[in-house]
């Protein structure tokens, strides 16, 4: 089987390798139907040699003897599922090899940190390859601007005008999370615009004036609404629409989000057609087929957001999401530019180094200095409920025991890391554990004490739900 990490993937390397195998390689992936579902099923249990192109949930096909099993780009984060149960297809794929006795070759030009970090306790052997990663089209935009740190500039959106005006389109990758500073009346929720060019105003909160990035224009905002004469008050507006709003309006722009795929997939269609100038995207992109040759512009905007570091794992995760977007993305005909305000940051220069080496010893020395994976496990206890008073009793009492059970085994730590999620009226609260081990039996022995106390308390506290999430992302 060769297992990959969406079905876009396992789609792109089935296409590769049919001309080759012809009918001895099937596709297994969420885009199949029932009926070739079956099929592969009986092929498998008739025994005769298969290949399986597979995305994440053929690593539930019931193998009967399964003789090699390869992942792909074994360090994309997409094999790790977003909703419960959280099961990391690279880490299930792994355990099916060893359950098969097979053999088991990961596949990267990127390796995971756990993965080499695995080679070098020789837990994995090591093939290498040659291999360049070009990141010559790649410049660094310099933000750093004395008024404010807001991250959206005359510079940027006359570089995106030029790509559109030269029948180029244009990529901005942002997290979910990023925001303009404006200003709007108190009362009847006007924004703040321009006078001369009707484009919205940017709050400098430092400096706590407004000012049109277009003409230049500076106002301090203690002015009273033209309208109803109220009081302006500061707010934020999300920068996709802020773009849409400020740019000249017969650009085609649409916005890929995370929870409607149905949506996603005709917008990129229209922007595969040319028929969308400007694409608002985050790393959902990486799951939709996009033809890059018309694209003239990639800009991550607010870099700095992820080299801040908020998980131990943010900076792997940026390395391979800008890696992912260079093999994607970018091509001879466009350039990708990192938007930062600190052009000396030492992230930064260690992305750039592209010293693979470099980069690992980094992470890992800060890994074993702060007891994070490899050098412990880390496990997500998730607990779901609308009323907070018993979410918090049953908290107390996870802590409580797990504590105790501490000083019997001495290996698990809790952390008083204990936060929250609000969706709507439920609450969801995450208790992290940490488990230090030296042996895979004691995070065996671990793992059940874990699961007792839920067993514990689930009866205890009814209507609660748990989730596991073990090595989250
Ligand atoms: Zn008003
Ligand atoms: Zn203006």
């Known amino acids: 089987m060769i297992l990959c990490s969406s079905h876009i993937r396992s789609l792109y390397i089935y296409n590769h390798l049919i ?119 790649l410049k660094l935009l310099n933000m750093y601007n004395k008024y404010d740190n807001n991250f959206i500039t005359n510079n940027i959106l006359k570089k995106i005008q030029y790509n559109v005006n030269n029948r180029k389109q244009v990529i901005l990758y942002h997290s979910n999370n990023d925001y303009i500073n404006i200003v709007k009346c108190t009362k009847c929720n006007k924004i703040l615009k321009c006078i001369k060019c009707n484009k919205i105003l940017i709050y400098y909160v430092l400096y706590n004036f407004v000012q049109c990035f277009s003409c230049k224009n500076k106002i301090y905002y203690e002015i009273k609404c033209n309208i109803c004469q109220s009081n302006y008050t500061q707010d934020k507006l999300d920068i996709y629409n802020f773009i849409k709003i400020n740019l000249i309006n017969n650009y085609k722009i649409d916005i890929i989000t995370s929870n409607n795929n149905d949506k996603n997939i005709s917008i990129i269609k229209e922007f595969n057609k040319k028929n969308i100038n400007i694409i608002f995207c985050n790393h959902m992109i990486f799951d939709y087929d996009i033809k890059n040759y018309d694209i003239g512009l990639i800009i991550m905007l607010n870099f700095d957001k992820y080299l801040k570091r908020p998980y131990y794992n943010s900076f792997e995760n940026i390395n391979n999401i800008l890696h992912k977007i260079y093999k994607k993305l970018v091509c001879n005909n466009n350039e990708l530019l990192l938007q930062t305000f600190d052009i000396t940051q030492k992230m930064l220069q260690i992305i750039l180094s592209k010293d693979y080496f470099y980069y690992y010893n980094f992470e ?75 042996s895979t039996k004691k995070l065996y022995l671990a793992k059940i004490i874990i699961m007792s106390n839920i067993n514990i308390i689930s009866n205890k506290y009814k209507g609660i739900k748990f989730q596991i999430n073990v090595d989250p992302l």
Request: aromatic content about 12%.
């Open 19 to 137: 001309k080759h195998f012809k009918h001895k390689i099937l596709l297994y992936n969420s885009k199949i139907n029932k009926k070739d579902k079956v099929y592969i099923w009986k092929m498998i249990i008739s025994g005769d040699p298969i290949i399986i192109i597979g995305s994440k949930s053929s690593v539930l096909i019931p193998f009967g003897n399964l003789d090699l099993i390869i992942i792909d780009n074994e360090n994309d984060f997409l094999f790790k599922s977003n909703n419960s149960p959280y099961y990391n297809a690279r880490d299930v794929g792994i355990f099916l090899g060893k359950y098969h006795n097979a053999s088991i070759i990961l596949t990267s030009d990127n390796p995971s940190i756990i993965s080499y970090f695995n080679v070098t306790i020789g837990k994995y052997g090591l093939l290498r390859y040659k291999h360049k990663t070009n990141y010559m089209r």
């Open 364 to 438: 890992i020395e800060e890994r074993k200095q702060f007891l994070y994976p490899p050098f412990c496990k880390i496990i997500y206890i998730e607990l779901i409920h609308n009323n907070d008073i018993k979410l918090k009793n049953a908290i107390q009492y996870i802590l409580d025991n797990l504590i105790t059970q501490i000083d019997n085994s001495n290996q698990i730590l809790i952390s008083d890391n204990i936060f929250l999620k609000k969706i709507k009226n439920i609450k969801k609260y995450i208790i992290m554990v940490k488990i230090y081990f030296n």
